[in-house]
DNA sequence: AAACCGGGGCC
DNA sequence: GGCCCAGGTTT
């Protein structure tokens, strides 16, 4: 990229960057709750959790000292919740050890691999490293004309990124090219007339920026019926935190139960479909009467504040809606009786 | 349904 | 280097 294309490009960047919360100070925690609740999370999604959680956890040592527990409940909804957890544990290394001062100190870090690392590192300490996320990887494609796939691709994109970065302002640079990837260069429906990198961009120059980067293989989805079991005691609900190595390990959930086929309508308080991943939940709810002694017991009001997936979430709503109707169906049966 | 999202960890 | 993670939104 010659120097007028990178001058167009931050000049672009600095009219039409959106005005994100993290993009006002430099502040490396902020910048890195940020980061991480945008790992494979679009930006919009992010949004009220992260001014949630600044409100609650608004520096490194309130974070450390918080209980998982209400960490788990902020991130609820948010997905992949190893990320939350991880989070929590690296906070309580720099709480112990002090912030770290470059990519690579950054890198050591759990949950912080060489894309979290470098933009930090880049925008806050204005560390000359390159940062690839999807956004870069799409821009990169296209500009180059690269139709590659796998390791190979990888490679290319981060030489790229490391060939384009500007080394006096590299946070304004690495955050200007996936602005560019999320405003302009988007995959569907690129506006290359007004991308400021269109004149030098190969795939515009060959009229096909779509045709780039080449689709990943699909991975095959597997699928699955699940049981959520409904335990309602005494005006309470049966939850159990799931255990390291399960499926939403660390957070409150129903017990569950793989079906080999769907479970019989007449059981059935209400069905959802959850996917993940690769994976497609068939989902089905039903009451479980049962007085399980392994279970933690929650009134409705207490569910607020617990680290719940969105999966146990819907299934919850689900058994609580047959709740209030069965309640509703009770009262209309009296009223009838009263008035007979 | 599929594609995509400001990836990271693991072996 | 290939696979998994236990998600949500958009088209």
Redesign the pocket.
Known sequence: MDVASREGLLDWYSRYA?D?P??RTRDPYA?WV???M?????????LPYYERWMERFPSVDALAQADEDTVLALW????????AR?FLQ?ARLVARDGWPASADAW?K?????????N?IAS?CLGEAVP????????VYARFCADDGT???F??SCWEWAERVLDRERPGQM??AL??L??RVC????PKCGECPLSRPCAAYALGCPTDF?A??P??E??ERHVVFWAHFWGGKWGLRRAEP?????G?WCLPTEVLAQPLAEEFSLGRF????????LRCVVAWKAAHDADLAWFSTEDLKTLGI???H?KALAIALRALTDASEHDRMAVGRESTA
Do not use: F
């Open positions: 959106r994100l993290w993009r910048v940020s980061e991480v945008a790992q494979q999370t679009q930006i919009a999604t992010v609820a909804g948010l997905g992949y919740y190893r990320r991880t690296a890198r870090l759990p949950g912080v691999g060489r894309y979290t690392a933009a925008i940062v690839v996320d999807g956004n870069v990887k799409r796998g390791p190979r990888e490679r690495n955050q996936m602005e990837g999320a988007t995959p569907r429906q980067p689709p990943a699909k991975a989805v597997v190595g399960e499926w939403w390990a957070m479909n959850h996917t993940v991943t690769r994976h497609r997936p969105t999966a979430g």
